[in-house]
């Protein structure tokens, strides 16, 4: 995984980088400043990339992008609103609109991130102010439920995963709705490490299918795992 504070990469098992950011058992005290550095780290890295996906935190091409990025529609069965937590730029929203209407389906795109500046590229890139919203999902109160919600495991630390996840799926997913949960790697990480469908299931959380993206090389690079609200 990449370190949202000197962003390289480090071993997955790592309870703390060689900068000294610190991944696992941070104390409640200490959330808030948690959450301040690594908003700060990537909104800085995020609103300097020149690219559309760089700003939503792909590097590379195009293709790469959509190869590693378009798994995040699979779990997609029917039209609904989708929720994009850790929107960014919103730019994966409005492809996976655009990818969806290939499908048949229509999706009404959703976006919450706790960047301002990043909320900001995000209604303009979507043309939309109501449904992009600024707030930290740890904490943030939802409008209303969605049938889609996305979001990843890093953006709290591990020690707040599980209660995470139990919050998104009690107050962000509608009934019969799905929570779709991504993990991305790089090429450099150590590539036998567990996949997040893994780590939820030692939560605790029934997995209903998974799908995979790859890259240009056959390199399983991204996973999302799908849990399903009752």
Not at 5 to 29: N, R, T
Not at 30 to 37: C, M, S
Not at 197 to 226: I, M
Request: proline share 3%; charged share 25%.
């Amino acid at each position: 995984m990449r370190c949202p504070q000197c962003l390289q990469q480090v071993m997955e098992s790592m309870k703390q980088c060689q900068c000294g950011f610190v991944f696992d058992d941070v104390a409640l005290a200490d959330l808030q400043d948690w959450f301040a550095e690594v908003k700060q780290t990537l909104e800085t890295a995020y609103v300097a990339s020149p690219t559309a996906w760089q700003q939503s935190g792909k590097s590379g091409t195009f293709e790469d992008w959509t190869r590693l990025r378009i798994a995040n529609l699979a779990p997609v069965q029917r039209s609904g609103t989708y929720l994009d937590i850790g929107c960014a730029n919103g730019y994966l929203l409005e492809c996976l609109v655009a990818w969806a209407k290939l499908k048949g389906i229509e999706l009404t795109p959703h976006g919450l991130d706790y960047s301002d500046k990043l909320v900001d590229l995000a209604r303009q890139r979507l043309q939309s102010s109501s449904n992009i919203y600024w707030g930290n999902a740890w904490d943030w109160t939802p409008p209303q439920y969605f049938d889609y919600v996305r979001t990843e495991l890093d953006y709290v630390p591990r020690n707040y995963r599980k209660p995470f996840v139990e919050r998104l799926l009690a107050e962000f997913v509608a009934q019969e709705g799905r929570l779709l949960i991504s993990q991305y790697r790089s090429r450099r990480d150590d590539l036998t490490q567990g996949w997040v469908n893994q780590e939820l299931e030692r939560h605790g959380f029934r997995v209903v299918e998974t799908h995979s993206g790859y890259n240009g090389d056959g390199l399983e690079l991204c996973r999302v795992a799908v849990l399903q609200s009752k």
